[in-house]
């Protein structure tokens, strides 16, 4: 049963254009959320988090948004640039229940092109 | 300032053999968690070590065990090896047993024939 759900495999488009990624979640117990961004034959690399009292954190070019009723949330990259061709993993984790293991999606694999 | 690093990078064993994965958090960490990704997938949550503890443990078999030591680097081990066990190896790195976000390192890739 997966727990932390990223529907797309792959997303492309052009640089200088808005990246969406998406994630959905089941467990309610989850209250912190991250992306995390994954080159090959590197491990992944933090990008942003935010916590379930907040709807919305921005940090750059990247910003998080949260809806909680819907158990979603999405990556906004703006603007999209070659760089941030890699796989993002949207993680979760259960810090008020005291679970600090992360749950990961499969991963959305994004491609920019130039 | 050192990120999290790990030992080997890459490792082939047989089955039924038992291999030891090490891992040194970034400077100023004290928690260790192992993560297992198979390919195609997101990692995996094998366990977290929190003041030489296990403090917790994902759903993996005890053939998966740890060790964290004094100056907070860390060990996996797997016995009896399977070829399913065939991934990369993951270590992340946090402060304060994870109430922030856990930094990873660029893993073991582990080969099981």
């Known amino acids: 049963d997966q727990q932390v759900k990223q529907n797309s495999p792959s997303l492309s488009v052009q640089e200088g254009r808005i990246s969406i990624l998406n994630c959905d979640y089941t467990n309610s117990m989850f209250d912190y959320f991250l992306w995390y961004k994954k080159y090959p034959a590197e491990g992944p690399t933090f990008l942003i988090s935010i916590s379930s009292i907040k709807d919305k954190n921005e940090d750059g070019r990247f910003t998080v948004f949260l809806n909680k009723s819907a158990k979603h949330l999405s990556l906004h990259i703006v603007p999209s640039q070659p760089g941030d061709s890699a796989v993002y993993f949207c993680a979760a984790s259960g810090l008020a229940a005291g679970s600090y293991q992360l749950t990961f999606g499969k991963g959305t694999k994004l491609s920019v092109i130039p | 300032d050192a990120g999290v690093t790990q030992s080997p990078t890459h490792l082939i064993k047989t089955r039924g053999q038992q291999v030891t994965l090490r891992c040194s958090p970034k400077?100023?960490?004290?928690?260790v968690s192992w993560y297992q990704q198979a390919l195609g997938q997101g990692p995996q949550f094998i366990f977290q070590?929190?003041?030489?503890?296990?403090?917790q443990r994902g759903n993996f078999p005890d053939r998966f065990s740890g060790h964290q030591f004094p100056n907070y680097s860390s060990e996996l081990n797997v016995n009896a090896l399977l070829l399913g066990d065939s991934a990369l190896y993951l270590c992340?790195?946090?402060?304060?047993?994870?109430?922030?976000?856990?930094?990873f390192g660029p893993g073991t890739r582990l080969t099981v024939l």
């Open positions: 992340a790195s946090s402060w304060r047993g994870g109430y922030n976000e856990q930094f």
């Open positions: 400077s100023g960490h004290d928690t």
């Open positions: 070590y929190y003041e030489e503890e296990e403090r």
